[in-house]
């Protein structure tokens, strides 16, 4: 089983406590985030988690625990994002240059192999174009060769949280992706970078840019993880592996204007209860949840439940 931690927020930033805790006792409770009342108990015990893949945009707080993490006999992995935008599209994400220094303290632990660079959303506005993507893309590639072997990028989707933010990102067009691709692919090339596009809406293979996931195949065979295909991709294009994901949406205190996994606003956000010391990271267990136990690589992935009228009354079906 490999573990995301995680698409829906930053565990590595703001939830370090909280996941070091559920480390250490071996398992954590994730509520289903498209039914409530199913409520997952996922083993994190490292017989059943070939991988910890902690994806961030910053780090740092966990780096004093990867000493830990590691005598527990778990194989991780980071994937971090870096992207040179500033306060005005991610309000609290730390500085582009102390995000790197970790990027590089964590590579010469653990390997430029387990460390993968996202440059991700590409978005575009009247003072962000293709030209300021290729200065700040190289600058960036500068401050990470020989720290990462590969670069995962993908274009902003105007999803319906964004309308009405034309002023500060629109839709990419695709000569903008084309010219794009020429820019920055030579650059990543001369770094010793791989360049590959995640969930592509758009083929860029004509300038040597292949689309593959941000935790596939050619990844865990690298570093020598097992796996799973995903039998349902996470969303049009994925090309992931299947994982579970630990994470919980509206959790994230980056506020980034672009992002899809805060989904309330940031007063909503504030009132969640966050408990590191609780099995689930936020919110608690009510007497109406069931709770499944998912281990091994057999378990479902916790998005796949879409049609719960299948199960009739889960409370027959799942015992607690």
Known sequence: MIISASRRTDIPAFHSEWLMNRLRAGYCLVRNPM???????????RRNVDALVFVTK????????????????????????????????????????????????????????????????????????????RRKFELLCRELEGYTRRCIFSFVEIHPKLAGKEDLFRSVTHSEMDALAQA???????????LTYCCPHYDLTRWGIEPRGCIDSRQMRRIDVPFEEMTTPLRDGCRCVKNIDIGAYDTCPHDCVYCYANRAKGDARGSRVYDPESE???GGISENDQIIDLKGRDAPRIDEFFDYTQYGDVSKQFKR
């Open 184 to 194: 920055i692919k030579p650059i990543a090339d001369k770094h010793g970078i791989e």
């Open 35 to 45: 039914y409530n009342p199913l409520v997952y108990r996922i083993d994190l015990t």
């Open 280 to 282: 689930i990271l936020y």
């Open 58 to 133: 910053n780090p740092a707080p966990l780096i004093p625990h990867l000493k830990e993490i590691g005598s527990m006999g778990h194989m991780y992995m980071f994937e971090v994002t870096i992207t040179p935008y500033g306060k005005d599209l991610e309000p609290r994400v730390p500085s582009k240059a102390d995000v790197a220094e970790s990027f590089r303290e964590i590579s010469d632990r653990i390997g430029p192999d387990r460390c993968l660079w996202r440059y991700d959303p590409v978005l575009m506005n009247r003072y962000i174009d293709v030209d300021y993507h």
